[in-house]
C-alpha cells in the first residue's frame, strides 16, 4: 500500500512538471479567469463522467457530506485550489516555466508547515534540514533567473503571484487529507474541482463587468486543441486523482516531500518544449533544492497521530463510499 501511494505521489509530481509548462503557454494567450474555469469545470465533468462509467453514484456522496466535509470541500476548492490556479498561471505568463516550476516546489514547504500546525504531524531535524535547502536553493534559482537568466529582469511580480499560489497548493494538503479518510477519491476530486470553478464564476462576471465585456482570447490553434485539453485532462484529472489517491495512502507530509520533484520534471519539460536554458546558479540553485527534497523524503518517518485518524475513524456516514468505487 505504501509503496502504491509513492507511485501515485510521483505520476502527479511528473505531470505537474509537465502542467508547468503547458501553463507557461496557456496563461499568455488565455485570460487567467477563462483559464481557471475551463480547467476546473472540464476536469471535474470528466472525472463525473468518470463516476457514471463506474456506476458511482455523486449525487448519493453529496448528500451524505456532513457540515464538517462541506467545510474542508470549500478550504480545499477555493483557497487550495482556483486561487492558486489564478495566481499560479497569471505568474506564469510573466516569468518563465523553468523559474515558476521551481518556485511551484515551495508547495511542498508549505504543506509540511501546514502539515505540523494544523495536523500535528512531527517534523525531525533532518526533515527540517531539507526545508533550509529546499528555501535556499529556490531563492537562488530565483534571483539568478531575475539577474539575466532564463525569466528576464521584469519577473518579480510574476514570480510573487506563483510563490503565493504555491503557498495555497501547501494548504490543500490539509483539507484533502482530511476529505481522504471520509471520500472515496474519484468524487473528491470531482466535488473540488466542480466547486472550484463555481467559485471562479463571480470573479469572472466582476471582471466582465469592469473591462467592458473582455478579457484576453486569443490562442493560437496549438494552444486551445493541444495544449489545453492537455492541460486539462492530465493535470486536472490524471494528477489531481494521483495526488489525492497519495493522500489516502500516505502522510501529508511524505506527499508534500514527493511534490519536491516536481523542479526535475518541470526543467525537463521546459528543456524539451520551449527550449530554455540553464544558467550555472540555476542549475546550482536546483542540485541545492533538490537535495533538500531527497533530505525531507528519506528522513524518519513518523506516523499520523491518533488524533488526527480518530475523527474519520468514528464517523461511518460514508463508510460504503469509501471502501467501495474509488479509483
Known amino acids: 500500500m505504501r509503496l502504491r501511494g509513492i507511485v501515485y505521489a510521483f505520476s502527479g509530481s511528473l505531470i505537474f512538471g509537465l502542467g508547468a509548462v503547458l501553463a507557461n503557454i496557456i496563461g499568455r494567450e488565455?485570460?487567467?479567469?477563462?483559464?481557471?474555469?475551463?480547467?476546473?469545470?472540464?476536469?471535474?465533468?470528466?472525472?463525473?463522467?468518470?463516476?457514471?462509467?463506474?456506476?458511482?453514484?455523486?449525487?448519493?456522496?453529496?448528500?451524505?457530506l456532513n457540515r464538517r466535509?462541506?467545510?474542508?470541500?470549500?478550504?480545499?476548492?477555493?483557497?487550495?485550489?482556483s486561487l492558486p490556479l489564478l495566481l499560479?498561471?497569471?505568474?506564469f505568463a510573466q516569468t518563465s516555466?523553468?523559474?515558476g516550476g521551481f518556485l511551484l516546489q515551495l508547495n511542498g514547504v508549505a504543506g509540511l508547515a501546514f502539515a505540523v500546525i494544523l495536523l500535528r504531524e512531527r517534523i525531525r531535524w533532518?526533515?527540517?534540514?531539507?526545508?533550509?535547502?529546499?528555501?535556499?536553493g529556490s531563492v537562488l534559482v530565483v534571483f539568478s533567473g531575475a539577474n539575466g537568466g532564463g525569466s528576464g529582469s521584469n519577473n518579480?511580480?510574476?514570480?510573487?503571484?506563483?510563490?503565493?499560489?504555491?503557498?495555497?497548493?501547501?494548504?490543500?494538503?490539509?483539507?484533502?487529507?482530511?476529505?481522504?479518510?471520509?471520500?472515496?477519491?474519484?468524487?473528491?476530486?470531482?466535488?473540488?474541482?466542480?466547486?472550484?470553478?463555481i467559485t471562479v464564476l463571480p470573479l469572472l462576471a466582476i471582471q466582465l463587468l469592469l473591462g467592458g465585456g473582455t478579457l484576453a482570447w486569443h490562442p493560437s490553434a496549438s494552444t486551445l486543441w493541444v495544449?489545453?485539453?492537455?492541460?486539462?485532462?492530465?493535470?486536472?484529472?490524471?494528477?489531481?486523482?494521483?495526488?489525492?489517491?497519495?493522500?489516502?495512502?500516505?502522510?501529508a507530509w511524505e506527499v508534500a516531500a514527493i511534490m519536491q520533484t516536481v523542479p526535475i520534471f518541470s526543467t525537463l519539460f521546459s528543456v524539451l518544449i520551449l527550449h530554455d536554458s540553464l544558467t550555472l546558479l540555476q542549475a546550482l540553485g536546483g542540485v541545492v533544492a533538490l537535495l533538500g527534497g531527497l533530505v525531507v523524503s528519506v528522513s524518519d518517518r513518523t506516523p499520523l497521530p491518533a488524533s488526527t485518524i480518530a475523527p474519520m475513524a468514528t464517523d461511518t456516514l460514508l463508510s460504503e463510499v469509501v471502501e467501495g468505487k474509488s479509483c
Open 88 to 91: 499560479i498561471v497569471a505568474g
Open 227 to 251: 495544449a489545453l485539453p492537455a492541460y486539462i485532462v492530465l493535470n486536472f484529472c490524471l494528477a489531481y486523482l494521483a495526488q489525492q489517491e497519495s493522500l489516502r495512502l500516505l502522510a
Open 126 to 136: 533532518k526533515q527540517g534540514l531539507g526545508i533550509v535547502l529546499l528555501l535556499g
Open 30 to 64: 488565455i485570460a487567467v479567469t477563462y483559464v481557471a474555469l475551463l480547467t476546473l469545470g472540464i476536469g471535474g465533468l470528466l472525472i463525473a463522467a468518470g463516476l457514471l462509467v463506474t456506476g458511482t453514484s455523486l449525487r448519493k456522496v453529496v448528500l451524505k
Open 156 to 197: 518579480l511580480l510574476g514570480d510573487a503571484l506563483i510563490f503565493l499560489g504555491a503557498i495555497g497548493i501547501g494548504f490543500g494538503f490539509i483539507p484533502a487529507k482530511r476529505l481522504s479518510g471520509r471520500v472515496a477519491t474519484m468524487p473528491v476530486t470531482a466535488l473540488r474541482l466542480l466547486l472550484g470553478a
Open 69 to 81: 466535509d462541506w467545510l474542508n470541500l470549500f478550504l480545499l476548492a477555493f483557497p487550495g485550489t
Open 97 to 99: 516555466a523553468l523559474v
